[in-house]
């Protein structure tokens, strides 16, 4: 097992950082103090990304993507979300949704969504489930992204209700739904690629990860025809992008927070030295070292797993997507704590990252779920 990136992941991750130093931080910081939710999409910032390629990087280059496999996205994710959360999270879904795709659909049918996702910039990607409990009866603090309130019309399936917590949803134009499907064990999966009857409903405004939209959205006789049949099994190994790539994008994160206390313990000098010589202060930036470590190659096994397919152990994305969450959590915490009362205050860096850090570990299922998840296929 290698996960030694090659030349190609090296450029790649190259072109990412980039990106991430010149276009994504320095604009981010503004969007981050926006007060408005409804202003703070990157637009401008992905346009230029993908520009680059960025957006497209899991489609084939025959259909006009860059080829990128799934571990090699590890190593671009990291680097945007180095840049800003939100907007490594925005790519992380494009490319996990996309890798879904291609995993499920046939040649030909995923040979029509990549012409539609690589023929406008403003194609981006959304994940819906249809079905699940009413809203009204719904009595969790997060509520379920599930659609509520779908109807069955005599020409096909006809969506009406809404959708609550819809990652992209605001900028997406491609929207991926799963469903239960009348046949045990099995999903059915639609491809929604227009906007036609969705409405966004309320844009909510995140504590972290404020560049990427969070929406409740409301759909309007919505048709959707031929859905895929699709086994859980392979539902299940066709959405491990889904888990490990977000997860990716906050190691990055993560990084960035560690950069800047062992910046600043270098520079802070307290008992006639700088803090780096204290051994608590040493303690604490060497755990977060052990940690970055070992949260990123969690993913990268988990990425190398999951594109041998065959006998990898199902349970491992859940557990690496947990476990480099919560890992990313203590270091973005341990590294404030470096800085001591000034990492708190709002002009330091450390308070924006750990505040993103925070809100992740509530996106994308939280730990528990994930470990819920990763028992059942034991």
Not at 275 to 282: A, K, N, P, R
Not at 296 to 302: N, P
């Amino acid at each position: 097992m290698d996960f030694a990136p090659s030349e190609a992941t090296i450029a790649l991750q190259g072109l990412a950082r980039d990106f991430a130093r010149q276009e994504v931080a320095p604009r981010t910081d503004a969007l981050d103090q926006e007060k408005s939710p409804e202003n703070r999409f990157p637009g401008e910032i992905l346009e230029k990304g993908d520009a680059l390629g960025l957006r497209t990087l899991p489609v084939p280059e025959r259909q006009g993507g860059g080829g990128a496999e799934l571990l090699s996205l590890c190593f671009v994710a990291e680097e945007i979300g180095w840049g800003d959360l939100g907007v490594g999270v925005i790519y992380a879904q494009d490319w996990a949704l996309a890798n879904a795709v291609s995993r499920l659909w046939d040649e030909s049918g995923f040979a029509a969504f990549a012409e539609n996702f690589t023929s406008s910039s403003a194609s981006h990607l959304a994940h819906l489930k249809i079905g699940g409990t009413p809203a009204s009866e719904d009595k969790s603090p997060y509520p379920s992204d599930a659609l509520q309130g779908a109807s069955i019309a005599g020409d096909g399936l006809r969506l009406n209700g809404g959708a609550s917590h819809v990652l992209n949803g605001a900028a997406a134009g491609i929207f991926l739904l799963e469903s239960d499907s009348e046949k045990e064990n099995e999903r059915k999966i639609h491809l929604l690629a227009n906007r036609d009857g969705i409405e966004v409903a309320h844009y909510h405004d995140l504590m972290g990860m404020r560049s990427c939209q969070d929406v409740d959205l409301r759909f309007e006789n919505v048709k959707l025809d031929h859905p895929l049949e699709s086994a859980e099994e392979d539902w299940r190994d066709a959405t491990h992008a889904i888990r490990i790539l977000p997860a990716a994008a906050a190691v990055g994160t993560s990084r960035k927070s560690h950069e800047h206390a062992l910046d600043h313990a270098r520079e802070r000098v307290q008992g006639g030295k700088p803090i780096i010589e204290h051994q608590t202060v040493g303690y604490m930036l060497c755990d977060n070292l052990m940690e970055l470590d070992a949260a990123r190659r969690s993913l990268q096994a988990a990425a190398w797993a999951a594109e041998r397919g065959g006998d990898a152990e199902p349970w491992r994305s859940f557990l690496a997507k947990a476990f480099a969450t919560e890992s990313c959590e203590r270091v973005a915490r341990r590294s404030m704590e470096v800085w001591g009362g000034a990492g708190y205050m709002t002009e330091a860096p450390m308070e924006r990252l750990t505040r993103d850090l925070v809100a992740f570990s509530h996106a994308f299922g939280v730990g528990h779920a994930a470990r819920s998840a990763a028992m059942g296929l034991l």
